[in-house]
């Protein structure tokens, strides 16, 4: 395979939680050279590009969102191919001319397929991924087992957009039956009407902050059940990038089923997944029960993850689609 330079445009404000430093290291590890750009970071960031541009000569842009208007990426792709690799389950309103204004536009949800190749018929789907070097457990502590110990575990927004809600709903139920939950994130929206939720199970089991790396990995790893609660789990093989790190790190994952999740990892062999909360929790209450298969569903899951869904590997796909394409 083809060496290229590689301008990587992304907001990378913070290293421990951007999937752009993870873009970053996989595609180190196989060889090419990777130029970070924050249009964030500089005072005329579309002189900048384009000077960058100019000087570098890479063999393409990736980019994530709307880091640029598209008009400048319609410009760009003058001198360079755009490369947008969209890490979101929706087709907001803003996409549509960045989907129009790029050479390759590569999607993470299989099912939004169709609607994009209204806009631009080069699109692909490419699902999300796990780097390990990101995610290093190290020792864990007596401070470590009290913090993220429980039965359950939840990662992720319960903010109030409409595709969050139902995880409120799904995790009110779990602390219902009487299970024991700390979930990490966003903190809940202060506003009145989520007071009741602040004030009761729900706000008493927060974790206290967003968790990435390490504590990621801990947790992922001291918790006996990581809850996965997809946005979109209607819209085929739109999963999370949560569902990588979590199994990647030894975590037994419980996840809502998403359409053509078996493609990725097979229910009840490396993940367990349930339809209805009903089926969740009587799932929940079986495998609290059975460690040992608990042990042997995490370990495959985590085998198959380490094998085939590493950002290497989903790198060297991106590589050849981008080699066939352009």
């Given at each position: 395979?083809?060496?290229?330079?590689?301008?990587?445009?992304?907001?990378?404000?913070?290293?421990?939680?951007?999937?752009?430093?993870?873009?970053?290291?996989?595609?180190?590890?196989?060889?090419?050279?990777?130029?970070?750009?924050?249009?964030?970071?500089?005072?005329?960031?579309v002189?900048?590009?384009?000077?960058?541009?100019?000087?570098?000569?890479?063999?393409?842009?990736?980019?994530?969102?709307d880091?640029?208007?598209?008009?400048?990426?319609?410009e760009?792709?003058?001198?360079?191919?755009?490369?947008?690799?969209?890490?979101?389950?929706?087709?907001?309103?803003?996409?549509?001319?960045?989907?129009?204004?790029?050479?390759?536009?590569?999607?993470?949800?299989?099912?939004?397929?169709?609607?994009?190749?209204?806009?631009?018929?080069?699109?692909?789907?490419?699902?999300?991924?796990?780097e390990?070097?990101?995610?290093?457990?190290?020792?864990?502590?007596?401070?470590?087992?009290?913090?993220?110990?429980?039965?359950?575990?939840?990662?992720?927004?319960?903010?109030?957009?409409?595709?969050?809600?139902?995880?409120?709903?799904?995790?009110?139920?779990?602390?219902?039956?009487?299970?024991?939950?700390?979930?990490?994130?966003?903190?809940?929206?202060?506003?009145?009407?989520?007071?009741?939720?602040?004030?009761?199970?729900?706000?008493?089991?927060?974790?206290?902050?967003?968790?990435?790396?390490?504590?990621?990995?801990?947790?992922?790893?001291?918790?006996?059940?990581?809850?996965?609660?997809?946005?979109?789990?209607?819209?085929?093989?739109?999963?999370?990038?949560?569902?990588y790190?979590?199994?990647?790190?030894?975590?037994?994952?419980?996840?809502?089923?998403?359409?053509?999740?078996?493609?990725?990892?097979?229910?009840?062999?490396?993940?367990?997944?349930?339809?209805?909360?009903?089926?969740?929790?009587?799932?929940?209450?079986?495998?609290?029960?059975?460690?040992?298969?608990?042990?042997?569903?995490?370990?495959?899951?985590?085998?198959?993850?380490?094998?085939?869904?590493?950002?290497?590997?989903?790198?060297?796909?991106?590589m050849n689609?981008?080699?066939?394409?352009l």
């Amino acid at each position: 395979m083809r060496q290229y330079k590689i301008l990587l445009i992304s907001g990378l404000d913070n290293p421990l939680w951007n999937e752009g430093w993870e873009y970053k290291a996989a595609f180190e590890n196989i060889g090419h050279q990777v130029v970070p750009f924050d249009p964030r970071d500089v005072e005329d960031p579309v002189h900048t590009v384009f000077k960058i541009v100019k000087e570098l000569k890479p063999g393409f842009i990736l980019h994530t969102k709307d880091e640029l208007p598209p008009e400048i990426y319609q410009e760009l792709r003058q001198y360079v191919k755009v490369v947008q690799w969209y890490p979101d389950p929706v087709i907001t309103d803003w996409l549509p001319p960045y989907v129009e204004s790029s050479d390759i536009f590569i999607t993470m949800s299989e099912g939004l397929m169709g609607k994009l190749k209204q806009y631009n018929p080069a699109v692909f789907f490419l699902t999300q991924a796990f780097e390990p070097s990101f995610f290093p457990v190290g020792e864990i502590s007596d401070r470590d087992l009290r913090t993220y110990s429980t039965d359950i575990t939840f990662v992720g927004n319960l903010g109030s957009k409409p595709c969050y809600l139902p995880r409120r709903k799904f995790l009110q139920a779990v602390l219902k039956k009487g299970f024991t939950l700390k979930w990490w994130g966003p903190r809940l929206p202060r506003k009145l009407s989520t007071l009741p939720l602040i004030l009761g199970k729900l706000g008493r089991s927060y974790g206290g902050k967003f968790v990435w790396g390490e504590e990621h990995a801990k947790i992922s790893r001291l918790s006996k059940i990581y809850l996965g609660l997809d946005a979109q789990p209607h819209v085929r093989k739109s999963v999370s990038e949560r569902l990588y790190i979590a199994v990647g790190c030894g975590a037994f994952y419980m996840c809502h089923h998403v359409e053509g999740i078996e493609d990725i990892l097979e229910p009840d062999r490396e993940i367990v997944t349930f339809r209805t909360e009903a089926e969740m929790i009587d799932k929940i209450r079986y495998y609290l029960g059975n460690q040992n298969l608990r042990r042997k569903i995490a370990g495959a899951g985590k085998e198959r993850v380490l094998r085939e869904h590493t950002y290497e590997v989903r790198m060297k796909d991106l590589m050849n689609i981008i080699e066939t394409v352009l």
